[in-house]
């Protein structure tokens, strides 16, 4: 490996920035009075659109850096600007929520951006390696934001259960690369390519891609993965849950696409196989369950296990060099109206639901357009 060079910290600037603005602020939070936690939140969000406008800088930068184990080109620029975004929706929501509910501390805004910042390189990876490395940076966060709302046993019920699947998750991953580096010698995405097409063992390669397949299965709550998915949402705190809902997906099908489109593509006849059985499971179980919930949270999160299938549609044709490229734009160009769809539909839930927890229910709905309407009632 060659000694890093300015080039080299160019590609990861912003991530770079984001995670030496999350170090400060968790030190400068320290200062800041309990009563004045706003300024926190303030605090993090600047530092989100620094590191928004330095991405935007590297808009047709396309460069591999140490060693190709990071890329930025235009896919990982696109999915990063959705990040932050992503994460200041996030802070956006928690500002007034957190106060509301009596959990507002100043380390949930250090976890959010440290949990945006794995999600960003989780975009840029190109090393199985720094897939792995990414994946926790982002889940760990998750995990004890989930749990934030302590002592509230639901909160502390579902960050557990986050934590044991997505540690169980991650050890799919950790094996699936281990059999990759058995049938390739490399854990870099272009060499497993490259080694493939030099007679690597198709056999061995194919049960880690498969078990790969399942870790992000799981991140990106596809069935039959997602059974974590409404007892996490229901007991997190919801303006965790609307962030996580989102920026987790995003980061689990950028690194999808990445991994496979880019290590994979000779097996992208038997992996299409398995991603459509997938995408129409997911559909059709997110959908057909979601139908039956009586709380809004479980109801939204069976909606967002569906919306993973239809993502996930995207990916059926991922070996296929005529129509691959097309629908990749379309499952990104998918993941942007439901950011903002999604964001605005858990907008709604923070705003209804009650200090004491109360108004999660879909009944509490009944008559809000007379209780809450948008001109006055003649």
């Known amino acids: 490996m060659t000694q890093p060079n300015y080039l080299d910290y160019y590609t990861i600037l912003p991530l770079i920035t984001l995670i030496v603005w999350s170090c400060v602020l968790l030190l400068v939070d320290l ?13 993090a969000a600047l530092g989100l659109a620094i590191t928004l406008g330095l991405t935007i800088t590297q808009i047709g ?24 975004a992503s994460g200041l929706l996030g802070i956006a929501l928690a500002f007034g929520y957190t ?26 990876a190109a090393d199985l390696i720094i897939v792995f490395l990414a994946l926790e940076l982002l889940s760990i966060p998750l995990y004890v934001l989930a749990a934030f709302a302590r002592p509230n046993p639901q909160s502390q019920e579902a960050g557990v259960k986050y934590f044991l699947l997505g540690a169980f998750a991650t050890g799919f991953v950790v094996y699936g690369t281990a059999l990759v580096f058995g049938a390739t010698g490399t854990t870099s995405l272009s060499g497993i390519f490259y080694a493939v097409s030099n007679g690597a063992s198709i056999l061995l390669l194919t049960i880690g891609a498969a078990l790969i397949l399942v870790g992000f299965g799981f991140k990106v709550a596809a069935v039959p993965f997602h059974m974590w998915t409404p007892d996490v949402y229901e007991g997190a705190p919801t303006a965790v849950t ?29 992996i299409s196989d398995i991603l459509w059985v997938f995408a129409a499971l997911t559909m059709v179980v997110g959908n057909l369950t979601a139908i039956s ?7 939204l999160a ?17 070996g296929n060099q005529e129509v691959g490229s097309v629908s990749v734009a379309a499952g990104l160009f998918y993941l942007v109206t439901y950011v903002l769809t999604n ?26 357009r007379k209780n809450i309407p948008l001109s006055p009632q003649p």
Do not use: C
Request: without cysteine; hydrophobic residues 50%.
């Open 31 to 43: 200062f800041i009075p309990k009563k004045q936690k706003g300024w926190t939140a303030f605090l």
């Open 343 to 368: 964001f605005g539909t858990w907008a709604v839930v923070i705003t209804l639901e009650k200090a004491e927890g109360k108004g999660l229910e879909i009944n509490d709905y009944a008559g809000s």
């Open 99 to 124: 106060r509301r509910m009596g959990i507002e501390r100043g380390e949930y805004y250090t976890l959010l951006i440290f949990s945006v910042s794995g999600m960003m390189l989780m975009t840029q």
């Open 242 to 270: 609307a962030f996580m809902s989102s920026g987790a997906k995003i980061a689990g099908f950028a690194a999808l696409l990445r991994v496979f489109s880019t290590a994979f593509p000779a097996l992208s006849t038997d």
């Open 302 to 318: 069976y909606s967002s296990i569906a919306h993973a299938g239809y993502i996930l549609m995207a990916f059926v044709p991922y």
């Open 293 to 299: 919930q009586t709380n809004i949270k479980r109801m």
């Open 61 to 84: 930068l396309n460069n591999a850096g140490f060693s190709g184990m990071v890329l930025v080109d235009g896919f990982s620029t696109f999915a990063n600007v959705l990040l932050l």
